[in-house]
């Protein structure tokens, strides 16, 4: 008896092997409803997470608070280092893609937070 149980479990696992990627979408939404409702959430947790950032907060702050950028730019500016981490806070197109000017820029200068937002980013490109 075992050895019809070993031989079915074998069977089952060869089979489901090849079908073990698949992805099925089941009901009338499909997946494009459960990814826009995702990607809300992540809007709506990174508007009231921005609302605890501080200026002078330094960049491991931040990260503990915001967690992962949506995109990450750091150069050289004269004797300073500048740093703008962007964050999706909302939605220009409905293509399923993060884009920046989805996205609220955190500017942080030699590793503390100088300021947030298209204004701060502005500035901080001028400087």
């Excluded at 950028?69 to 939605?91: G, P």
């Excluded at 609220?104 to 937002?117: H, K, M």
């Amino acid at each position: 008896m075992n050895k019809k149980v070993t031989l079915a479990a074998i069977l089952a696992v060869t089979l489901a092997g090849p079908l073990s990627g698949c992805v099925i979408a089941v009901g009338d939404k499909g997946w494009d409803a459960q990814s826009s409702a995702d990607w809300e959430k992540k809007q709506d947790s990174n508007r009231r997470k921005l609302e605890q950032i501080e200026l002078g907060m330094a960049l491991s702050d931040v990260r503990s608070i915001m967690g992962t950028a949506d995109f990450n730019e750091l150069y050289q500016q004269q004797e300073d280092q500048v740093q703008v981490l962007y964050y999706r806070t909302h939605r220009t197109r409905g293509d399923s893609k993060t884009t920046k000017d989805e996205c609220t820029p955190i500017v942080l200068t030699n590793g503390a937070v100088t300021g947030w937002g298209n204004t701060a980013l502005e500035n901080a490109v001028r400087l």
